[in-house]
């Protein structure tokens, strides 16, 4: 069983930066495509960032690409994600989400594990 747990959620002004942080409760994660996903309140859960288990490989969402960074530390079992030039609609809870292969897609289907999530709202 994989436990994901997110931290460094809360509340900034529009043009700051976060950083989120993924905790995985798993003796590896090298083999794991990890995402994270957000939920605007009314909204679906959307596909925000994703990365390979070597960090070669990384997607983002079209709402937060060049914003928006995705890493990996496999040797400190972490998956963060780097947010800048932060904007009132980057308003959501945001979800940390690993796949038990090492291939990911957008889809919420796509992923096995979920963490509970962290909140991030940004003022205007």
């Known amino acids: 069983q994989v436990q994901l747990v ?16 993924c905790g995985i409760s798993k003796a590896t994660i090298s083999n ?10 009314g909204k679906e ?3 925000t960032a994703g990365i390979s ?4 490989r990384t997607t983002y969402g079209d709402s937060v690409k060049g ?5 990996r530390d496999n040797a400190k079992n ?3 994600l780097q947010m800048n030039s932060l904007k009132p609609e980057d ?3 945001y979800y940390c989400a690993a796949a ?3 291939f990911g897609g957008r889809l919420k289907e796509d992923y096995d594990y979920w963490g509970r999530g962290t909140q991030v709202t940004v003022s205007s």
Do not use: K
């Open 6 to 21: 997110e931290s460094g959620g809360g509340l900034v002004q529009a043009g700051d930066s976060l950083t989120l942080s």
């Open 32 to 41: 794991n495509f990890m995402a994270w996903f957000r939920q605007a309140p």
């Open 45 to 47: 859960r959307e596909f």
């Open 53 to 56: 288990w070597t960090g070669s």
């Open 67 to 71: 914003r928006f960074t995705i890493s």
């Open 78 to 80: 972490t998956v963060y």
């Open 91 to 93: 308003t959501a809870v």
């Open 100 to 102: 038990d292969t090492p």
